[in-house]
């Protein structure tokens, strides 16, 4: 397998020319064996480039010397002329060192686990098959995971491909010559066990056209029936509303397992909504537009549902005393149903009313409530039948009933699913198959289609004729038609040729290009349509950009790229602190993603300049991130454009909850952790890991010292002083912002402070948090650039367009490329910028320009 080389070096014992002459005048002083500023020594500093480390290191010198950042301000600075012919000589040694094999430019990469599920998925025409957990994980390089440093290989991943193929041709080939039946099914909450208990106990109650429904009074009346007495009395089969009082938590939540899917496929379905002020028995107007949650759920082996959902398909508007239907096409796979949360409820069991068996639990009770009239599934749905799965692998073969010989493998018949109340079709054991009268010359024909598709170029005949003789060896050793196939199809998704990004040395032929691109903007294969057009045309090739970018499938790019860029990933990696953070919740924590996605889909959109990366006087919000960030006039849980209050702080990536929240440790926040983000992933710039023995610094969350006080000691250990003062000041900026995001003045403390005031904290949510210290976000940038807090911070990135625009672009390129950019790709990169930059500098254009570019185009 070929390596992927960032740097190939003429000889490990290279000597570099550098500007000695240079460094005496002006460097060594700070710089040499006694002193060592910065760990630096140019006095004993080996000019050998061979070495990766020590060229790297060379590249730093460079930079530092060309931003004028070194020699420091403070020092007699260096004629213009003199850092320019330094730093020119500078980057020819390394031009000259870094010599690039071109037969390994990007290295052999093979898909990761979301481009493998989403090529599937596309390629099969299975849009919800579930394949990227069962596979191992992948691993980073360069801050994405598609780099071939961090996609090996070993027998646990092809033991796992072979199972995920089995899993899809399962899927794919259909085993009977008619659709299964369609059904329509309208769902209750009542009559499933979870909300049973809540009517029962009070943490909800039976409506009916608006109304407490009596045949249920409210929780206590009837404490000494359970619930299998109720549901002898009809009392959950009268399709009633039911109004929810309480927010699900570790222990409880609500789905409806009165329903399983029973085929894997497309269904439609249907919700209404509705939420209301209970007041000990009164229907009320609610507060508002509330917020219901619809997941999907995946049965387990005792017919009960999971704990938590398997994803979320949305958070639905809820208005007062109204009911509102949603409407939504899903996919569910077999054993998959749906769960339900009032999202907007404050969380876990505060709505909770006494203790078990009270029985005025429910009618004592003041508060909202989210109510659910039904849910009504479709499905499942076909358009075509076969399946478009089963004619990729057999085109229009008949399917007619086997008879003789060894029958093809089959799933066991689906059987009734314990709690679920719609029921599989009567069992029919016939055995329905594909039986060509000349299988060798049809298996040709079947893969003389299927295997360019499945390897995203032209397949020449040997490797045809090869695998047709795969199946031949398999109908001589007594299989049927089907299953032959099958064996095949199986070792064509376990190869290399599906497995891995297969491209040519040097510039890209039509099929690399149109597959590095689509999984560039669609984390997926390409399509016929991308296939089919000449790509060497700039024009056409701009039209196909523009036409990936609007396609949905775009979506996948915007999550998976921002999910490694900005961390997303990390969004659920610790849990905020319950008693500093009460207000936290799944909704909330959904909200801010959704924040971050919306706000990179309006800069693509719009084609907004990179200034737009730290500030903007627009946010993308719902109510519960409005009501978060203390902006008024937003309802409901639909993210949308919202103008921003001036002298707001919000605005752009760094002030939005997601990115607040992912930069934080759940307790408490740190400027280092947060500054070191700010570098990386906005500047480009990250910081050096810090020295060895050096402890962290540990946050006092007892209220009594600041962050900053801890790190003004910390400062002083002249081993930090020099990274400190450029991490250090981003995260000061930033620290208006707690752990979850929200704007602070003073830190929330565990002991010592004042007591809290309530704020936009849920009336229903108990505090015991106190106030601690007030928030200091002044800080001083390198140069002396001082700010006052996160606005004029903020201000002061936005002004350096062009550096906010050439880290977004080298952030594409590693993650379109699947490789660094190299010290000599520094020309091109600038090409790309001066390019966009003449245009604007907006973002799609700088996706526009990086697709045209030769790095792109190149191997």
Same mark, same amino acid.
């Given at each position: ?17 550098m ?8 460097c ?5 064996? /006694?002193?060592r =500023? ?7 500093l ?9 060229f ?14 070194m ?13 320019? *012919?330094?730093?020119?000589q ?12 071109a037969?390994? @430019?990007?290295g ?8 493998? +599920?989403?090529?599937? @998925?596309? !390629?099969f ?5 579930a394949?990227?957990a069962?596979?191992?994980? /992948? ?15 070993? #027998? ?8 995920a ?9 259909a ?6 039946p ?13 909300? &049973? ?14 109304k ?10 009837y404490?000494?029936?359970?619930q299998g ?17 309480? #927010?699900?938590?570790?222990?409880? $939540?609500a789905?409806f397992?009165?329903? *399983?899917?029973?085929?894997?496929g @497309?269904y439609?379905v ?19 537009v509330?917020?219901?949650? !619809? ?7 005792n ?8 994803y979320?398909?949305?958070?639905y ?8 239907i ?9 054993k ?14 505060l709505y909770?009313v ?15 409530c989210i109510?659910?009239?039904?849910v %009504?599934v479709?499905g ?9 799965a089963?004619q ?8 007619t009933?086997?008879k003789?010989?060894r029958?093809p ?6 059987q ?6 719609n ?5 029919? =054991? ?7 009268e000349?299988?060798?010359?049809v ?6 289609s ?10 020449? &005949? ?13 109908l001589?050793a ?30 890209? /032929? ?23 057009? $000449?790509? $060497?045309?700039? =024009? ?19 999550? /998976? ?9 990390a969004?659920?990696?610790n ?5 500093l ?19 990179f889909? +309006? ?24 009501? #978060?960030?203390?902006i ?16 707001c702080?919000?605005g752009?990536?760094l ?6 929240k ?6 408490t926040?740190?400027?280092v952790?947060r ?10 710039k990250p ?7 050096v402890?962290?610094? %540990? ?5 009594a ?13 002249s ?13 000061? *900026? ?7 995001g ?7 403390s565990n ?8 704020g936009s ?27 006052a807090?996160?606005? &004029? ?5 936005a ?10 672009a080298?952030q ?9 950019v ?5 020309a091109?990169?600038n ?9 604007g ?19």
């Amino acid at each position: 397998m070929m390596r992927s080389l960032v740097f190939i070096f003429a000889c490990t014992g290279l000597q570099a020319a550098m500007p000695t002459a240079f460094f005496d005048t002006h460097c060594v002083e700070c710089h040499d064996a /006694d002193t060592r =500023k910065g760990g630096l020594d140019l006095t004993s500093l080996k000019q050998n480039l061979g070495d990766e480390d020590n060229f790297a290191l060379w590249v730093r010198i460079h930079d530092r010397i060309e931003l004028g950042e070194m020699p420091p301000k403070k020092r007699e600075r260096p004629k213009r002329d003199e850092m320019i *012919a330094a730093t020119t000589q500078i980057a020819k040694s390394l031009t000259d060192a870094e010599q690039v094999d071109a037969e390994s @430019r990007s290295g052999l990469r093979r898909l990761t686990r979301g481009e493998y +599920e989403n090529t599937v @998925r596309d !390629l099969f025409d299975l849009p919800g098959i579930a394949l990227q957990a069962g596979l191992p994980a /992948d691993g980073s390089a360069h801050g994405f995971d598609n780099n071939s440093d961090a996609l090996d290989i070993s #027998h646990v991943n092809m033991a796992k491909y072979i199972e995920a193929a089995d899993k899809t041709l399962d899927m794919a080939i259909a085993t009977r010559p008619t659709a299964p039946p369609s059904s329509i099914e309208r769902l209750s909450l009542a009559g499933n066990y979870e909300p &049973d208990i809540m009517l029962m106990q009070g943490d909800a109650v039976l409506l009916r056209d608006k109304k407490h429904d009596p045949v249920m009074p409210p929780a206590g009346a009837y404490a000494h029936v359970n619930q299998g007495a109720h549901e002898s009395l009809g009392v959950f089969d009268r399709m009633s509303s039911v109004g929810v009082f309480r #927010h699900e938590d570790e222990s409880w $939540n609500a789905y409806f397992r009165r329903f *399983a899917a029973l085929y894997p496929g @497309r269904y439609r379905v249907r919700a209404s909504f509705w939420s209301l002020q209970w007041d000990k028995g009164q229907i009320l107007p609610s507060r508002g537009v509330e917020a219901a949650r !619809l997941s999907v759920v995946q049965f387990n082996e005792n017919g009960r549902g999971g704990q938590h959902p398997s994803y979320v398909l949305g958070y639905y508007d809820a208005p007062s005393l109204k009911s509102q239907i949603h409407e939504l096409d899903v996919w569910l796979n077999f054993k998959e149903t749906f769960g339900f949360n009032v999202a907007s409820l404050a969380p876990v069991v505060l709505y909770r009313v006494g203790t078990w068996g009270q029985l005025d639990r429910t009618m004592g009770y003041t508060g909202p409530c989210i109510a659910n009239d039904w849910v %009504e599934v479709e499905g499942p749905l076909y358009d075509v039948w076969p399946p478009r799965a089963h004619q990729l692998l057999f085109g229009d073969l008949p399917l007619t009933e086997f008879k003789e010989g060894r029958a093809p493998v089959r799933l066991p018949l689906k059987q009734e699913i314990t709690g679920a109340r719609n029921k599989p079709e009567a069992t029919d =054991k016939t055995v329905w198959t594909v039986q060509p009268e000349q299988p060798l010359i049809v298996a040709g024909r079947l893969l003389a289609s299927f295997l360019p598709k499945a390897f995203r170029r032209p397949v020449s &005949d040997d490797i045809r004729k090869a695998y047709v003789a795969k199946c031949e060896e398999r109908l001589k050793a007594g299989d049927c038609f089907e299953t032959a196939m099958r064996w095949v199809y199986r070792a064509a998704l376990c190869s290399p040729d599906f497995l891995y990004h297969v491209e040519p040395a040097g510039r890209l /032929d039509h099929q690399a290009l149109a597959a590095r691109l689509s999984y560039f903007l669609w984390n997926s294969t390409p399509d016929e349509t991308l296939l089919a057009q $000449n790509l $060497n045309d700039s =024009k056409t090739l701009h039209a196909q950009v523009e036409r990936l970018l609007k396609d949905p499938k775009s979506q996948r790019f915007i999550e /998976d790229f921002l999910g490694q860029w900005l961390k997303l990933r990390a969004i659920a990696a610790n849990d905020p602190d319950k008693k500093l953070y009460p207000e936290f919740s799944p909704y909330l924590q959904d909200s801010m993603v959704a924040e971050t996605r919306a706000y990179f889909r +309006e800069l693509l959109e719009n084609d907004l300049a990179a200034g737009y990366l730290v500030q903007s006087d627009f946010a993308m919000l719902n109510e519960k991130l409005a009501v #978060h960030y203390g902006i008024a006039g937003v309802s409901g849980p639909k993210i949308r454009k919202v103008k921003l209050p001036k002298d707001c702080p919000r605005g752009g990536f760094l002030t939005q909850a997601a990115v607040l929240k992912i930069t934080a440790n759940g307790t408490t926040t740190s400027p280092v952790v947060r500054g070191a983000y700010v570098m990386a992933r906005l500047l480009g710039k990250p910081p050096q890991p810090p020295p060895p023995n050096v402890p962290a610094v %540990e946050p006092d969350v007892q209220g009594a010292t600041t962050i900053r006080e801890l790190l003004n000691k910390h400062r002083n250990n002249s081993a930090c002083a020099g990274c400190h003062a450029e991490i250090d000041p981003p995260g000061f *900026a930033l620290e208006s912002f707690d752990v979850i995001g929200g704007f602070r003045e003073r830190y929330r403390s565990n002991d010592k402070g004042d007591k809290a005031p309530r704020g936009s904290i849920d009336p229903k949510i108990p505090i015991g948090f106190k106030l601690g210290p007030a928030v200091d976000a002044s800080g001083e940038m390198p140069g002396a650039r001082k700010f006052a807090g996160i606005t &004029d911070f903020k201000t002061m990135l936005a002004a350096d367009k062009h550096l906010l625009l050439k880290n977004l672009a080298q952030q594409f390129l590693v993650y379109a490329t699947g490789r660094p950019v190299a010290f000599s790709d520094r020309a091109a990169l600038n090409d790309i910028l001066t390019k966009t930059e003449k245009q604007g500098g907006g973002v799609r254009t700088l996706i526009h320009e990086i697709v045209q570019s030769p790095l792109f185009q190149t191997h």
